[in-house]
Structure formats: C-alpha cells, structure tokens
C-alpha cells in the first residue's frame, strides 16, 4: 500500500470515529489528510473584481468603486466588510498586474 493510500484511509478511520464522537479535532485531522486547506472557502470575486476595475478605470477611487459593487452583491448588514475584501483583493491585483508589466519591460 502506497502512502497516499494509507493517507486515505486513515482519514476515512478519523472520519468514522469523528461521527461516532462528534469531535471536531478528528475532522481536523481527517481534513488535512486528505490534504484540504483548514478554514473557510475562499469567495469567488472574479465577477465583482471585473466590475470594480472598469468603474476604477472609468475614474471611480477604488474604496468607492468597492462600496458601489459590494452594494449589488451584499447584505446591507455585511457591507463594510464586502468592500473591504474587494478593495483589498483588487489592490492584490493591481499588485501582480504591475508585476507582471514591469517583468515584460525587462
């Protein structure tokens, strides 16, 4: 039996007696087996980031260009924090973005 093979089935062992037990550190263990990341799933913004940079190019500051498009896609309770992951994530962006032109140059 391989490595990966006994990866796997150990997690599938932590994973029945997880359910048995209801112990959320044998998830844990059976997850990282299995090779998944810990923590939430990242949220897919590739459509609101799309959004956000023709409003920056069309001359929007990229804070309100972030507010105007977490508006469409958010609770109004969950806004602040929107804009501040689209913000934050386009200026990831723009960061490779630049990266990548600067290498080009060169």
């Known amino acids: 039996m391989t490595g990966s093979a006994m990866k796997l089935e150990l997690a599938e062992v932590f994973e029945r007696y997880a359910s048995m037990s209801d112990d959320p550190d044998l998830r ?38 972030a507010r105007h498009v977490a508006a469409t896609i958010s609770a109004p309770v969950y806004l602040a924090s929107t804009a501040r992951r689209l913000a934050r994530k386009f200026r990831a962006a723009q960061n490779i973005s630049s990266v990548a032109v600067a290498c080009k140059t060169d």
Not at 28 to 56: N, S
Request: aromatic share 2%; no cysteine; proline share 3%.
């Open 28 to 65: 844990r263990a059976a997850a990282a087996l299995r090779g998944q990341r810990a923590g939430r799933k990242e949220i897919d913004d590739e459509a609101p980031l799309a959004e956000m940079f023709l409003l920056v190019a069309g001359g929007l500051a990229v804070e309100t260009a």
